[in-house]
């Protein structure tokens, strides 16, 4: 006989339920972010064109000539609405030399024909992505580049994508990262290292106040700007978090056996049944995964010299995680 839930639903329905208005919020999110894009380009459109306007009104530019500004501006307007809607594709950028390879693709130096301009190619292979799984993490790290406006990260200019790759177009950072850094100096001085540490509580910091965690940081991750600035980058195991649904926990309060108990093995075993939390089926494990996975982190993640002592004890863990490393 099937289990049924308060409202006369199976569960298998219930989760169904729960799956579709994921759908539903994602698609309503979709929707007014275009919108509001819309509206904010219109917006800066009709603010250009006031400047504009304000200083001929200051001048002494002839009225026969201010019309013709104010025309070359419309013209400037419309050529540059054409250009955002052209779609991008690899044919815009000349491909230049391999400088990373990861588990899905590589980043490759190139420069975009119609401006000149230098970027860092990541080139993900789809296939490979489905066959492991991490499709999920792609799109955490292309939403989380799109949605952070922060100087402290590295930027995405472009993605877009073909029949076998995902292309994300990025900023490309001369400078190397930290380790390499570390290693050449062996030391950093004190007005340095608190330079730098500055800049990297920025960058996490940033992506924080999103609702993201990056579960990776390491010196490796960090890279430097020409100038020698410092910029958070690979966030291939980073997650969105619902940081409303995630209650305050005092450091030095113990915590509740029962809370104990709501552990989430995320390696397929059920908890310990010394304990008094065994699971009575892998479907209850399963709802119970539902319920946390959007105010928790649960997955074993990371680089094993970085990685947080929360996020090997499989209890499930938040932002707290991003500041072990330091």
Not at 191 to 203: G, P, T
Not at 216 to 245: E, Q, T, V, Y
């Amino acid at each position: 006989m099937e289990d049924r839930n308060e409202n006369g639903e199976t569960n298998e329905e219930s989760l169904g339920s729960s799956l579709t208005m994921e759908k539903v919020a994602a698609a309503k999110k979709f929707i007014e972010n275009h919108y509001r894009a819309q509206m904010k380009n219109i917006q800066e459109r009709k603010e250009r064109r006031w400047v504009l306007e304000r200083k001929l009104a200051s001048s002494d530019v002839p009225q026969e000539e201010q019309i013709n500004l104010i025309k070359d501006l419309e013209r400037k307007e419309t050529e540059f609405m054409r250009l955002k809607r052209h779609k991008i594709c690899v044919d815009d950028f000349e491909l230049l030399t391999i400088i990373g390879r990861g588990a899905f693709g590589e980043v490759r130096l190139c420069r975009e024909k119609s401006s000149g301009n230098i970027y860092a190619m990541k080139k993900l292979k789809k296939s490979e992505m489905l066959s492991r799984g991490q499709v999920e993490h792609v799109r955490a790290e292309r939403n989380l580049l799109a949605e952070v406006a922060s100087h402290c990260i590295v930027k995405l200019y472009y993605s877009f994508q073909d029949a076998d790759y995902l292309y994300l177009i990025m900023e490309y950072l001369p400078g190397g990262d930290m380790m390499t850094l570390l290693m050449r100096e062996d030391t950093l001085t004190e007005s340095v290292a608190r330079f730098y540490i500055a800049q990297s509580v920025l960058a996490i910091e940033s992506i924080h106040k999103h609702n993201y965690i990056h579960r990776d940081i390491k010196p490796d991750n960090l890279l430097l700007d020409k100038n020698g600035h410092m910029k958070l980058s690979d966030f291939g195991l980073c997650k969105p978090l619902d940081c409303r649904a995630l209650s305050t926990l005092d450091e030095n309060e113990p915590m509740a056996d029962e809370n104990m108990r709501e552990s989430m093995e995320i390696d397929g075993c059920f908890p310990d049944a010394d304990n008094g939390s065994k699971w009575k089926s892998p479907r209850e494990q399963l709802q119970h995964w539902q319920m946390n996975r959007r105010k928790l982190a649960f997955s074993t993640v990371g680089t094993p010299d970085y990685i947080a002592p929360e996020v090997l004890l499989k209890k499930g863990y938040g932002m707290e995680c991003d500041w072990f490393v330091y």
